[in-house]
C-alpha cells in the first residue's frame, strides 16, 4: 500500500515560495499557521510570567 509517492530525490533542494522574505508565504494556511503558534508562544509565555510572580510572592508571605 503506497500512500504517497515522492518525486524528490534526496539531493535535491527545496524551492521556497518566497526566498528572500519565507515568512511571507502565498498560501493562507501557513500565515494561520503562524498566527496559530505566535499566540500558542504568548499564551505560554504569560503563564510562565504568572507563574514566576506567584511564586515571589508566596516566597514574600512566607519571609
Request: charged share 45%; net charge negative; proline share 3%.
Amino acid at each position: 500500500m503506497v500512500i504517497d509517492e515522492t518525486t524528490e530525490t534526496a539531493g535535491e533542494e527545496k524551492q521556497w515560495d518566497n526566498p528572500t522574505a519565507p515568512e511571507k508565504t502565498s498560501d493562507s494556511r501557513d500565515q494561520e499557521q503562524l498566527e496559530r503558534q505566535f499566540k500558542e508562544a504568548k499564551r505560554r509565555h504569560d503563564n510562565l510570567e504568572e507563574n514566576q510572580e506567584e511564586t515571589n510572592n508566596n516566597e514574600d508571605t512566607k519571609n
